[in-house]
């Protein structure tokens, strides 16, 4: 397996340019999400989805959108590039653990790091 | 929705000693708390978690202890090593949502 996968690796932007970070897993995990890491501020959820078809908001979803047509995939789409959005992009992919409706083990790709310029 | 906050920020241990972080988290029915290691340049990983169901869970050199009536957990590495030295991250599940709230990490540098 290769786990979760991320494209590209780095990304330089002008502001106001578009472009769509990709993420694939191929464990059949059913959630996927998107964070952010900027220094000294941990990880932000972005966007999430819990299965094909249906995707929601996390806490800083302003800027960004989210499809999720299968099971494997989960782009994210930066509708206008700021340079508020320079930042480190994690993708990853969970599954339910036993023993909780809120126990979502997660595993991580090895991220976009993009400047807006 | 669910605050977690974790302290300290960085901290510097010797070779060999022990190095214990700690987080608080504001959601009372929050029964999920796992801990990642993140390596320079790479994704953050799982290192240990914990259910609200237990107090305690040892995995060799790091263990993690919750306390739900304070609302905290605590991350202990112990006979620290330099390959030890990257940012750890502590999280709960925010309310509603299939994914993690996450504390603001701790650089850890262990000094050979």
């Known amino acids: 397996n290769a786990g979760v996968t991320q494209t590209p690796k780095f990304q330089v932007l002008k502001t106001g340019q578009s472009m769509t970070l990709q993420c694939a897993q191929d464990?059949?995990?059913?959630?996927m999400s998107w964070y952010r890491q900027d220094p000294g501020m941990g990880l932000r959820l972005i966007h999430y989805?819990?299965?094909?078809?249906?995707?929601d908001q996390g806490e800083v979803p302003n800027g960004y959108n989210v499809s999720r047509s299968t099971t494997e995939d989960f782009p994210l789409r930066l509708l206008s590039a700021a340079p508020s959005q320079t930042s480190v992009y994690f993708c990853?992919?969970?599954?339910?653990?036993?023993?909780?409706?809120?126990?979502?083990?997660?595993?991580f790709g090895p991220g976009t790091r993009l400047t807006v310029t | 929705g669910e605050n977690v906050e974790q302290h300290p920020s960085t901290l510097s241990v010797q070779e060999g000693d022990s190095a214990v972080i700690k987080c608080t988290y504001s959601?009372?029915?929050?029964?999920?708390f796992p801990w990642y290691k993140q390596e320079l340049g790479k994704g953050p990983q799982l290192i240990i978690d914990?259910?609200?169901?237990?107090g305690e869970k040892k995995d060799q050199r790091i263990a993690v202890t919750l306390n739900k009536t304070a609302k905290h957990f605590s991350l202990h590495i112990t006979e620290t090593q330099p390959e030890d030295s990257a940012v750890y991250f502590c999280a709960a599940p925010p309310p509603g949502r299939r994914a993690l709230t996450f504390g603001s990490g701790t650089r850890l540098q262990v000094q050979p």
């Open positions: 959601d009372s029915a929050s029964n999920y």
């Open positions: 990853a992919s969970s599954y339910r653990l036993a023993g909780g409706p809120s126990s979502y083990e997660q595993y």
């Open positions: 914990i259910r609200s169901n237990v």
């Open positions: 989805s819990v299965g094909a078809g249906i995707t």
């Open positions: 464990m059949n995990h059913e959630y």
